[in-house]
């Protein structure tokens, strides 16, 4: 009898219970689900040629009441003006307040980097701006 009693006990397989891991996957997809809607993501409006002309559509002025330029080379130029990055933010605030209505246009060349763009986009950020307009150029 013992030895029918160890060849029952060895022929049995271990088992992994799964139930905590399916219960734990279940949770990380419902905060997803719930935190998902809450994240704020910046957009870029794009105008198609089929669209009729509204508000939100504008005729990019290079020598507009506040005009920002990302060269090749990641220099900063407000308003036709080589300006340095970290007091940026100090000179938008100066224009917001000659321009209150008027919105940055940032006209950014396609080989500076993307870090400059967003050292420009924070600083409009902190001037208080709560528009920018982004104008690329086919080149």
């Known amino acids: ?26 949770v990380i997809l419902i905060m997803f689900i719930v935190v998902a809607p ?14 009729e002309p509204s508000d939100h559509v504008f005729a990019a002025q290079e020598n507009g009441p506040i005009t920002l330029h990302v060269k090749r080379d990641n220099t900063v130029w407000l308003n036709h003006k080589l300006v340095d990055i970290k007091s940026l933010p100090s000179l938008l605030k100066v224009a917001r307040e ?29 001037a208080g701006f709560q528009q920018m307009d982004i104008i690329l150029k086919p080149s």
């Open 1 to 26: 009898m013992r030895r029918l009693n160890r060849v029952i006990s060895e022929a049995e397989e271990p088992s992994v219970n799964l139930t905590p891991l399916i219960d734990v996957v279940f």
């Open 38 to 51: 809450l994240l704020e993501l910046d957009r870029v409006e794009l105008a198609t040629s089929s669209e």
């Open 98 to 126: 000659q321009n209150p209505q008027a919105r940055p246009q940032l006209f950014h060349d396609k080989m500076a980097h993307f870090g400059t763009y967003q050292a420009v986009k924070n600083a409009a950020e902190a």
